[in-house]
């Protein structure tokens, strides 16, 4: 499973191709946009927010573009994706969510910058949480899966605004990896700038509640982030 696809190809595209601030419309849904224009086509989707229409250009995009190519009804296929955004205090972000099956779908991050290429960070998943770190400078996601009626499989993705790539995490109170949805994570937060508090329960409990017998221990993990260039294994 691909959980980090840069989607930038040769060509000079962008993503983003431009957003408007308060724009005059009430559109709520997606739109799916075809232009002539050289003899070319182009095809974008336009996303209207609350203050805002955020125009994607699809070959810029070339993950969401794939998709859309293989979806029998693109029509439905555009309207059911969601486009939030995610600010800190110097960048602009968007988080796209498409692609859903059972409330478990793909996400990929914008930037409106038009150097920073968007990527994949999470497929077949749900959005539990985001969070901010003290200084601003990352974005911790937590991304969970069914696993059965009383525990749910997480993972975290931190992403580096300012340097604009995935950072990885090191487990520095177990050698166990406990991140790709191999544990129910609780209470995730930040402790500074580049630390990250988890509580992960000792066992996975049994799908048939009845069968818990009192309150599961619970180990208190410390993740570290790791910085670019550093070999420190990280947790898988």
């Given at each position: 499973?691909?959980?980090?696809?840069?989607?930038?190809?040769?060509?000079?595209?962008?993503?983003?191709?431009?957003?408007?601030?308060?724009?005059?419309?009430?559109?709520?849904?997606?739109?799916?946009?075809?232009?002539?224009?050289?003899d070319?086509?182009e095809?974008?989707?336009?996303?209207?927010?609350?203050?805002?229409?955020?125009?994607?250009?699809?070959?810029?995009l070339?993950?969401?573009?794939?998709?859309l190519?293989?979806?029998?009804?693109?029509?439905?296929?555009?309207?059911?994706?969601?486009?939030?955004?995610i600010?800190?205090?110097?960048?602009?972000?968007?988080?796209l969510?498409?692609?859903?099956?059972?409330?478990?779908?793909?996400?990929?991050?914008?930037?409106?910058?038009?150097?920073?290429?968007s990527f994949?960070?999470?497929?077949?998943?749900?959005?539990?949480?985001?969070?901010?770190?003290?200084?601003?400078?990352?974005?911790?996601?937590?991304?969970?899966?069914?696993?059965?009626?009383?525990?749910?499989?997480?993972?975290?993705?931190?992403?580096?605004?300012?340097?604009?790539?995935?950072?990885?995490?090191?487990?520095?109170?177990?050698?166990?990896?406990?991140?790709?949805y191999?544990?129910?994570?609780?209470?995730?937060?930040?402790?500074?700038?580049?630390?990250?508090?988890?509580?992960k329960?000792?066992s996975?409990?049994?799908?048939?509640p009845?069968?818990?017998?009192?309150?599961?221990?619970?180990?208190?993990?410390?993740?570290?982030?790791?910085?670019?260039?550093?070999?420190?294994?990280?947790?898988?």
């Amino acid at each position: 499973m691909l959980l980090f696809i840069t989607s930038c190809s040769g060509e000079a595209e962008t993503d983003i191709e431009h957003v408007i601030s308060d724009p005059d419309n009430d559109i709520s849904e997606p739109e799916h946009v075809e232009e002539e224009a050289d003899d070319d086509v182009e095809e974008y989707i336009e996303f209207f927010l609350d203050d805002e229409q955020v125009t994607i250009n699809l070959p810029g995009l070339p993950i969401l573009n794939n998709y859309l190519q293989g979806s029998s009804n693109r029509k439905q296929a555009t309207e059911e994706m969601n486009l939030t955004r995610i600010y800190s205090d110097e960048e602009k972000i968007y988080l796209l969510e498409f692609s859903c099956n059972d409330s478990l779908c793909s996400y990929i991050i914008l930037n409106q910058h038009r150097d920073n290429p968007s990527f994949l960070i999470a497929d077949l998943a749900r959005l539990s949480e985001t969070k901010i770190s003290p200084d601003t400078s990352k974005l911790l996601f937590l991304f969970e899966r069914d696993s059965g009626p009383s525990e749910k499989l997480k993972n975290i993705v931190v992403i580096d605004i300012y340097n604009w790539n995935r950072l990885q995490l090191v487990n520095e109170t177990t050698a166990d990896p406990i991140l790709d949805y191999k544990w129910p994570l609780n209470n995730v937060e930040w402790i500074d700038d580049d630390t990250i508090s988890v509580n992960k329960p000792d066992s996975i409990e049994p799908e048939d509640p009845s069968q818990v017998i009192g309150k599961t221990p619970v180990t208190n993990i410390i993740l570290r982030v790791l910085t670019e260039g550093e070999d420190t294994k990280a947790d898988q």
